[in-house]
């Protein structure tokens, strides 16, 4: 079993930037892909990123692509997904998600949810 909690959301200004953090529980963290998924108002949950159990290989939403990054920190158990350059479309609640890989999670496989943080970008 994992547990997983985000944190960092909050309000910001469109061109400004937020880091995300996901914390999770257990000794198994390194063998996990983990990911980012938003779900903006009244829209379905999406694919924003995910990172392979060593960190070695990212992936990335076109829509996210060069201007947020997926780092992990194993040996913190935790996740971090910083955001540059916000738009007001990035607006969603952001959920950190583990998968059995960085390439399942591109498609949706995931194992455990976060409960989500929101992110609000005005513009």
């Known amino acids: 079993q994992v547990q997983l909690v985000e944190s960092g959301g909050g309000l910001v200004q469109a061109g400004g930037s937020l880091r995300l953090s996901c914390a999770a529980s257990g000794r198994t963290f390194s063998s996990y892909g983990m990911g980012w998924f938003r779900q903006p108002p009244e829209k379905d949950r999406e694919f924003v990123g995910a990172i392979s159990r060593d960190g070695g290989s990212t992936y990335y939403a076109a829509s996210v692509k060069g201007r947020f990054t997926i780092s992990r920190d194993n040996a913190k158990n935790t996740v971090y997904l910083q955001m540059n350059s916000l738009k007001a479309e990035d607006t969603a609640v952001y959920y950190c998600?583990?998968?059995?890989?960085?390439?399942?999670?591109?498609?949706?496989?995931?194992?455990?949810w976060g409960q989500g943080t929101q992110v609000t970008v005005s513009s």
């Open positions: 998600a583990a998968g059995p890989s960085a390439n399942a999670l591109r498609v949706g496989r995931t194992d455990y």
